[in-house]
């Protein structure tokens, strides 16, 4: 008889299932694809606690709460960095020659990190890390410009628009960094989105959050490694 294995998520937006609703320009939660079908594969009860728009600094604050009251999973899915490695736009565009941080800088970030992944082992709770899908910067500077922002300030302060990307990627390099560091599980999303010639097709207009076939592909990344690491490869970064 299979073990049934008690998995928690903490994160934002992404493993929350948002997309953006084209017509309306609204975000929406999506039902998880075949969840159900995933927990009965794997022996897994799922929990998602995962909020839209949340930063590492507020997960780590809701993690400890529960962790306060009593935790009562195997292993917790950590899944930040999107709205971490974000900038105050309407502050960048009206002062591009000032010096600006984002949401979290990525010492703090890392810091408050490695405080989770200790408190979790403390409680004998397995962390899980994963990277981040990577995104769109030309979508993203079209949407966050699409209201007024100038466009010309924030590519002066950025430098060119790839630099979204880059920083963005920063924080997932991070992420991996720091799982191979701590000897964590890891899954790698990020390249099975880069993986694909068409990447920025399975993205929403914001060019930020996976759509519908985005949403399928991160499904099917964690269907993968949990067939590994249920078979006994523990150690084993899927991508």
Known sequence: ?????????????IMKGILLDRKSSRYYSQPPYNLNAFKEEFALDILNKSKFGCTILKGC???????????DCDMVLLEYGGNDCDFDWEKVSARPDAEHQPH??????????????SKLKEHAIQPILMSLPPIDAEKYLAWITR???????????????QM??????????TIMKLAYETK??????????????NYKELFCDDGIHPNEEGHRLIQQVFSRFADQYLNGLPQAAMG
């Open 1 to 13: 008889m299979n073990v049934v294995r008690r998995i928690q998520i903490y994160g934002d937006s």
């Open 61 to 71: 604050q809701q993690l400890e709460r529960q962790l306060e009251r009593g935790l």
């Open 104 to 117: 979290t800088p990525l010492k703090e970030f890392t810091q408050t990190y490695r405080r989770m992944l």
């Open 147 to 161: 209201t007024g922002l100038s466009r010309e300030n924030i590519l002066k302060w950025l430098g060119d628009t």
């Open 164 to 173: 979204i990307y880059r920083f963005q990627e920063l924080y997932s390099h």
């Open 184 to 197: 964590c599980l890891f899954v790698d999303v990020r390249a099975a989105f880069l993986d694909k010639h």
